[in-house]
């Protein structure tokens, strides 16, 4: 069984850097992509930022040159660094991993954490 943990959320001032980490733990045989979502209340679900196996990033158009996404593939670990944080970046953060299980016969899955809340306050 695969398990997503977040951590890192909180409570910051606009202005303020948040680092959200991400630990995938189980039976992994390989991990294709990981990323993060968000959802603010009354909102849909939206991709942040994600980066692959070969470290190709994708970054919202709200949230580029203020988030930074890394991994540490021998770790399972997702990081995302957020700076500049604004009122609107409050939200449920979502860890996402796309990745093939020992026991998968070679497919994907996704699996999801339970989430982190992030809050800016102006």
């Known amino acids: 069984q695969v398990q997503l943990v977040e951590s890192g959320g909180g409570l910051v001032q606009a202005g303020g850097s948040l680092r959200l980490s991400c630990v995938a733990s189980?039976?992994?045989?390989?991990?294709?992509?990981m990323g993060w979502y968000r959802q603010a209340p009354g909102k849909q679900r939206e991709l942040v930022a994600s980066?692959?196996?070969?470290?190709?990033?994708y970054y919202a158009d709200s949230v580029k040159g203020r988030f930074t996404i890394s991994r540490d593939n021998a770790e399972n670990t997702v990081h995302l660094q957020m700076n500049t944080l604004k009122p609107e970046d409050t939200a449920v953060y979502y860890c996402?991993?796309?990745?093939?299980?020992?026991?998968?016969?070679?497919?994907?899955?996704?699996?999801w954490g339970r989430g982190t809340q992030v809050t800016v306050s102006s």
């Open positions: 996402h991993a796309l990745l093939v299980e020992v026991t998968g016969w070679g497919y994907e899955s996704d699996y």
């Open positions: 980066i692959s196996s070969g470290d190709s990033t």
């Open positions: 189980g039976s992994i045989f390989s991990i294709n992509s």
